[in-house]
């Protein structure tokens, strides 16, 4: 019986340590009960596919692709304090820089050289773009401005390049019509490469990787560096009268946050294989501001949670499902937006959080009360 005994407590010491690494202050959820109730959410998403239509696997699949660019937000502005409203542009810049290399190497080797050019085109104009900001003393209100004039420049830029002439090798930019002909997602060499081109393959790749985004994410959080970015966020003052480098922390923040963005733009063209100059423009830029404010910019979790409820909703009203039309969908996330920001400005996350860890509290209060009078009798 001692060696069933022993592996039981080597893997319960396992399971402790990998908690230890994905829990803390800079995270809500961290009990039992929330990892339980997460498992579940991740099952029931993997089961989703089976039990709905094509189309209702497509428009998800979207939604987890917008959730990157989200979540990317949340890294520089929730936990850094640096408001930016650019994450379109290095989501923009991924996009099309994926439909460029794919379109003029269209093997399975090229895709792949394509996501990785891709994801590191957006991370390296974050860098560069942050490198100028942070250590050219540009205040937290300019940071704000400066990304999104930039990205308002991507966009009238963009739409521009409609004639025959802006073209790079077999790729034409396209304007304002966009560039389509996107290839579809397909990740390694020859024989070895996993095509992805069918929505469900390609919801489960988006599934697994922003499941795993999330998770790599609170153990960053967490970490050394992650209470830096939470002090920084706090008191910037305090934070550099201990010796910390202000500039480089928060160039950090926010080129891991262009580097999530860039993810997420690669498989928001895989999945449409098309993409538009509007992924730079202002109404898509206030997006990811949107629902990180809702689900708690200082949630990870909340953050995708509010993007993929938001989302659906402004679909389901834009196909005119329900009494009201497409007209009301940014009324309705506006109202959402207000109420919220009033009755709840940490965010829905916090706020469920705070409210769950007090009926917790309750029902252990209560058991304990319950045990002491069993002793006394």
Known sequence: MSPVVGSRGSSAGILDRIRDRLEGPNTLGNSTPFWVAF???????????????????????????????????????????????????????????????????????????AVVGAVAAGTLFALVLGYFMFYGGVSDVYVTIITLVVALVLNTFMAQTAGSEWAIGEAQLGGFNGMPGIPDLVIGVGETSIELGDIVPLYYALLAALVVTYLA?????????????????????????????????????????????????????????????????????????????????????????????????????????????????????GGLLITVILLMPAGVAPFLDRIGTRLLDRVGDRSSSRSTEDAVE
Do not use: H
Not at 82 to 103: E, K, P, R
Not at 272 to 280: A, K, L, R, S
Not at 281 to 310: D, H, K
């Open 217 to 333: 994410l609170r153990v960053f959080v967490n970490s050394q560096f992650g209470m830096t970015l939470v002090a920084v966020r706090e008191d910037e003052q305090r934070t550099a009268t201990f010796g910390y480098n202000i500039a480089f922390v928060k160039l950090i923040a926010f080129t891991i946050g262009g580097a999530i963005a860039a993810v997420g733009g690669v498989f928001y063209a895989a999945w449409g294989n098309y993409v538009d100059p509007t992924v730079f423009g202002v109404q898509f830029a206030a997006l990811p501001v949107v629902w990180a404010s809702i689900g708690g910019r200082e949630s990870l979790l909340g953050t995708i949670g509010a993007t993929l409820s938001i989302e659906r909703m402004r679909t389901g009203l834009t196909e005119g499902i329900g009494p009201l039309g497409p007209e009301w969908a940014f009324v309705i996330v």
């Open 39 to 113: 498992a579940g959410a991740v099952v029931a998403l993997a089961a989703y596919p089976q039990v709905v239509g094509l189309y209702a696997i497509l428009t998800s699949t979207k939604y987890f692709a917008l959730a990157f660019l989200a979540v990317s937000l949340t890294v520089v502005w929730g936990y850094c304090g640096v408001l930016s409203f650019g994450q379109v542009a290095f989501f923009g810049i991924a996009a099309y820089t994926f439909g460029i290399i794919g379109v003029n190497v269209s093997t399975a080797a090229g895709i792949t050289a």
